[in-house]
């Protein structure tokens, strides 16, 4: 893990951590995001927000885009200023964009809701800006934070 | 995640403290369908301890309600806090899954 952390007027702060593609990682996902929004002074709130759109998709990504299994190193990179956040997620799994995938239903009752489909549609709704790319080796994921 | 059952008033209290993620989803459902396979059908799922949910723990909600939906059991889910609540609600959960605000008041759902 990296950190930077520039005090001041503005306080910038850059961090980077490297997930493996198993799920247990989600835990240190978690000290992550408590560590920097502790030191950023987020809210509970926001902390919360951030943590759970990277779980949601990190979780998608280790569960689904390693088909043929085998070690693999998932980046999550996050630049906070005050009031903007920027994260960026790198993998080199299967092509997956998970803005094409269809929003659930979610005024269905319990015998006809679909079990999953929530996670993306989650990630929607609590982050301002979702870019998705394509690379050469991968995928990235840009999820931008207004606050 | 920790999970702690008890028996009350002839229903099962499944309290699951910490976080209900993607990491440790498939260890609450399998809690919870080890106690279905004994014979329990009447349930309160207590959040007070609960630290986060993702859309992974809500899976496993989804899967009790309707599990016991078939044994014609019930499922109330008590002592959600602001920030899961609202994760409830965003999914649309909270209209079609029972609440309480306490564990005395799930109780007292069930035996009605």
């Known amino acids: ?147 | 995640m920790n999970i702690v059952t008890a028996q009350r008033d002839g229903a099962t209290v499944m309290s699951i403290e910490g976080r209900l993620d993607g990491h440790h989803a498939q260890e609450a459902e399998a809690a919870f369908m080890a106690l279905t396979g004994e014979g329990h059908t009447r349930f309160v799922f207590d959040f007070t301890q609960m630290q986060y949910i993702s859309s992974a723990g809500l899976r496993v909600v989804l899967v009790a309600a309707k599990k016991v939906r078939t044994l014609q059991g019930r499922l109330v889910c008590a002592n959600m806090s602001d920030q899961v609540r609202d994760v409830f609600e965003m999914s649309g959960f909270l209209s079609i899954l029972e609440t309480a605000a306490s564990t005395d008041e799930a109780l007292n759902l069930l035996k009605a």
């Open chain 1, 1 to 147: 893990m990296r950190v930077m952390t520039e005090q001041g007027n503005e306080r910038i702060e850059v961090a980077e951590i490297q997930l493996a593609n198993r799920l247990s990682e989600l835990d240190r996902l978690h000290a992550f995001f408590d560590g920097i929004g502790h030191r950023s002074n987020w809210t509970d709130r926001l902390r919360w927000d951030l943590t759970l759109s990277c779980e949601e998709l990190l979780t998608n990504t280790i569960t689904y885009g390693y088909p043929q299994g085998g070690d693999h190193l998932i980046t999550l990179a996050v630049n906070a200023e005050p009031g903007r956040i920027e994260v960026k997620l790198e993998d080199d799994a299967i092509p997956f964009n998970p803005l094409e995938q269809d929003e659930p239903d979610i005024t269905l009752s319990v015998e006809d809701r679909a079990i999953g489909g929530l996670g993306i549609f989650f990630v929607k709704r609590m982050m301002n800006e979702i870019i998705y790319e394509r690379t050469l080796t991968g995928n990235r994921l840009t999820l931008r934070k207004i606050w």
